[in-house]
């Protein structure tokens, strides 16, 4: 993603043709601020290389001084927690989902013609709209949630579900309503994504040559449906009010796909030359110190309507210029480990979701960085985590055969017999 993805897609928002944004902000991007997008970009693809290697791991069974039954995976083959995670869970999941999108959408079910409206292209009434700060933040445990059923589908947790089901129909229908009603496309993607990664194993399992070969080219092929993601739902969200402007819904769709990414990069570029990043040592930037030059800017040089911060950009400018490559590092260390997790099919695994989307927004928001629409999954996996650490004291297990430990060194947990 790091090398094939990001980088090709560095390349070409930095060297088009700028005019081709549909943003009246000034243009603040340049050479340099590419390059230090690009070596950014290629630390954290050195952390994550790092931490792929297992050399992490092995550090720390030398700490710990233990000892792994796979020496190869770096991992031990009991893993209750991944054995036993009950349905149960799934349904107050879904419950906490439900109950805080209920809340969310308060207003459409006491003002049902806000829906008409909405729909009929006036984008301005959602901003008339107040959230309740740690009560409609926790309609982002879709990122968790998708994560979990995806798993469960693949065979990764424990418990069969189908693919078509109510529960999959209400929870992506949810997501849907959202992502039109609110404007909101992200909303839907970190439901979907999620749960395509949960079940890719199965997935890759019953998919053909092609099948294969084109998974393995998903990186490449991402832009693509992210664009025809973008311009359908531009269809209901604003073409109405910008089709006596543009030829057409296609041109106008890659347009402002374009002008959101391009322009994210250009805010970026913008703070960090009212910030110093360039006039010399640059020590960290606060959070208040960026939020004044942020808003200032978008005040009178920039366009409020592509108002988004920047992603790696965002990430320099908070850490200036010493600590910002080695701090990259360090997250490309997480990137690794969570792809490690998600290989092993371990309950960390399910921070790995973010990070992808983390990686297919990079230029756009520092979406595994100081943004608050992580943090109630992240919660939830912490607490999931802390649940499956203590299951050993609580649940005494059994001799089991020596094929069950073949079977689990193929992915198969269920095999593993034990007794509360």
Known sequence: MLLGASIPALVIFSFSDSSLTLSRAQHFYGTRDFLVAFFSILALAAGAMFAESGILGQIWLRITGRRSAHPAEGHSPLRLGETLLPLRFDA?????????????????????????????????????????????????????LGAIRGMRWSGLLPGKVKLISVFHLLFFGTLFVRAVLWSERLALIEGAVPFFLGALPRVTASA???????????????????????????????????????????????????????????????????????????????????????????????????????????????????????????????????????????????????TFLGLMEILRIPYWFGLNRVLPSSVVIVLIILWAATLSRRVKVGRYAPEATETWGEGGPASIPFRR
Do not use: C
């Open 208 to 354: 053909g040559p092609l099948g294969k070969m084109l998974l393995r080219l998903l990186p490449l092929l991402l832009p693509v449906a992210v664009l025809v993601l973008f311009v359908s739902f531009e269809f209901f969200r604003s073409w109405q009010y910008y089709a006596s402007q543009h030829s057409s819904i296609f041109e106008f769709g890659w347009r402002r796909l374009y002008s959101y990414y391009f322009e994210a990069m250009n805010t970026g570029a913008a703070i960090l030359q009212v910030g110093g990043f360039y006039d010399g040592i640059a020590p960290p930037l606060s959070h208040e110190a960026h939020e004044a030059i942020y808003e200032g800017l978008y005040l009178g040089t920039l366009d409020v309507e592509y108002n988004n911060p920047g992603g790696i950009h965002y990430v320099a400018s908070r850490f200036g210029n010493v600590l910002l490559w080695p701090f990259l590092f360090l997250v490309g260390n997480w990137f690794g480990l969570t792809w490690r997790a998600y290989v092993q099919g371990r309950f960390f695994a399910l921070f790995y979701p973010i």
């Open 92 to 144: 107050f999941l879904m419950g906490v989902f439900l109950v805080s999108h209920l809340i969310f959408f308060r207003n459409f079910f006491l003002n049902p013609g806000l829906v008409s409206g909405v729909l009929a292209g006036n984008l301005e009434l959602k901003h008339t709209f107040k959230t309740i700060p740690g009560v409609t933040t926790w309609t982002q445990v879709s990122l968790v």
